[in-house]
């Protein structure tokens, strides 16, 4: 079964600074779906982004980027020019390519902080 | 585009009464919805995946006559919590998987659940 860690329970950053969420998985699947969702005090999960495994380049959404590294199995998300609205919830999701229901394994969340 | 909806927000029920929680895909079909559970500063714990006319497939710890799902139709799935007691008391997410983008999951705003 595939597992997701994100071994950072609380992050926190002063406002536009750079900030790097980590998350590592476990899989035997070459190929699969890696995501970042953010959940804000509204409690609605937000797909910030989304990287599929057999491409090379990380992913990239404006301020929010990866750093996708197969063979180590991590794949961190960095926030560029934090802003007080970056305050959430971000969960690491894997899902398997062939994976017919579409089933998401999460990590268990990072409480990322933004200070003025 | 991509948007679900849950109904209701919030709900009180007393101990014993049936609740039922309603998730649609507001601009797109979704062939299947899934079900999640979460508690207080904690990940999301997948309950059951349903695909559009048949049975839902619950996960294991679930019990599929205490959480009735029905996906009746291409826009709407239904979780019906059954003799409620205060241990179910949750955040219930439902998201949903469309045609076009079949390798994302869209999330609903939650639906907080509390048994008197």
């Known amino acids: 079964a595939q597992t997701v860690t994100q071994s950072q329970p609380e992050m926190s950053v002063q406002e536009a600074e750079t900030v790097t969420l980590s998350c590592t998985y476990d899989?035997?699947?070459?190929?699969?779906?890696l995501f970042w969702y953010k959940q804000p005090p509204s409690r609605q999960m937000i797909l910030v982004i989304r990287?599929?495994?057999?491409?090379?380049q990380n992913a990239t959404e404006n301020r929010f980027s990866v750093n996708f590294q197969k063979a180590a199995k991590s794949f961190s998300l960095k926030i560029s020019d934090s802003q007080l609205g970056d305050a959430a919830m971000y969960f690491c999701?894997?899902?398997?390519?062939?994976?017919?229901?579409?089933?998401?394994?999460f990590g268990g969340g990072t409480r990322l902080m933004v200070k003025p | 585009g991509a948007v679900v909806s849950q109904h209701p927000s919030r709900v009180i029920c007393k101990s014993g009464t049936s609740v039922k929680i309603e998730c649609r895909s507001l601009?797109?079909?979704?062939?299947?919805m899934f079900w999640y559970r979460q508690f207080p500063k904690k990940s999301l714990m997948l309950m059951a995946t349903?695909?559009?006319?048949?049975?839902?497939?619950?996960e294991q710890g679930v019990e599929k006559d205490k959480f009735l799902i029905n996906h009746a139709s291409l826009t709407l799935s239904t979780l019906t919590v059954t003799s409620a007691h205060p241990e179910d008391s949750s955040f219930y997410i439902c998201?949903?998987?469309?045609?076009?983008?079949?390798?994302?999951?869209?999330f609903g705003p939650g639906t907080r659940l509390t048994v008197l």
């Open positions: 999701a894997y899902r398997n390519f062939n994976n017919a229901g579409n089933m998401l394994t």
């Open positions: 601009d797109f079909q979704a062939t299947t």
């Open positions: 990287q599929e495994a057999y491409k090379q």
């Open positions: 998201s949903a998987r469309g045609w076009i983008s079949t390798d994302t999951q869209y």
């Open positions: 899989t035997s699947e070459s190929d699969y779906y």
């Open positions: 349903s695909n559009e006319g048949s049975k839902a497939t619950y």
